[in-house]
């Protein structure tokens, strides 16, 4: 599977972690704060909408999974989090907090939602919810292999291990009930598209888009259905966003006037209607499932076409460096000069992924429409 520590700290309380935990949301309810342990310290709040938070998928919605990963997909340095407290791990693809962070915050549960593989991870994180995704990652098996990240598979077989945790805490009754009430996400596959079919020769020389689009909505499928076989009931699944209009497609694919890269969007657009008619036919095959298909194509383009509709100033390229090209490794101290002086003028901070605000905006938007059928 991977070489990365899994090993968790114990809590730190001097109390037997089993009565910590079976005990949490009684002290949820009767007593506020108590000194000692952080878990104690830091019930899930009574207004928690759901038990836990999971989440699946790439750099969109990775707190730092990579950090420990001999990839180049890495986010660690500055300038990335250049807008977070110094306290908060490196990690997140982004100037500040990403999509988990915020819809954890908006379920009630934390303002930061942890990588699994973070190395102070404490027990107690698992039972609020982590996230598993992986920068790089994708529908695709060989969108994480090429990359060397965790695959869905790698991210599947964590939570696996994480639920393990949970039921030799709380029992099988009780984290049966934490896995099928807890809320999960799944965002992912923009980099088999803009990777691994249109910057590669590996999948465009054997599928055309369409029986390639074919392929991820299978592996796509199958990984909801094992989902849902680990006792996943909840689960809201991201739909591709326009990635023939992230920066970098303008500068590698859209001519000299840097215009979207309309056959990565046309491949989107076609994924999109495939994925949204298998959940479909999902929930009608697993009982008790709840799959929600979040349409974040026509939001994000929404504020990319018309950027000053959102406070915006601009939205064809990113905040690092020259904004055209640089992501990873190539938005770095050394392309600071160039680096945009306020980043919330920007949609995009880097050439792939958005800034913090830009976050919000779509956030925002996706929590009060699809909220209601989730939870
Ligand atoms: C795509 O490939 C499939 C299988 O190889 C083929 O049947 C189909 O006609 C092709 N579609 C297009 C639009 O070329
Ligand atoms: C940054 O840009 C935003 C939005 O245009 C503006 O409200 C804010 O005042 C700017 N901040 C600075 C420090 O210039």
Redesign the pocket.
Known sequence: MSSIPSGLRPPRSPLDPKVLITAVWAVALVSPRHGAASYIASPPPRSAMVPAFYVFGDSIVDPGNNNGLATLAKSNFPPYSQDLDPGVPMGRFSNGRVPSDMLAEKLGIKKFLPAYTDPNLELQDLFLGVSFASGAAGYDPLSAESAKVLSLSDQLGFYSKCMETIHSEVGEERASAIASESLYLVCTGANDITNTYFGSPWRSSQYNISSYTDLTVGSASSFLRELYGLGARRIGVFSLPPVGCLPSQRTLHGGPERDCFDPANEAAVLFNSKLSAEIDSLNKDLPGARLVYVDVYYPLLAIIQDPARF?F?VSTKGCCGTGNIEVTYLCNQLGHPETC??D??YVFWDSYHPTEVAYHTLVDQIFSKYAPKLL
Do not use: I, L, M, V
Request: proline residues 0%.
């Open positions: 406070g100033q002086g306020n919330t003028e």
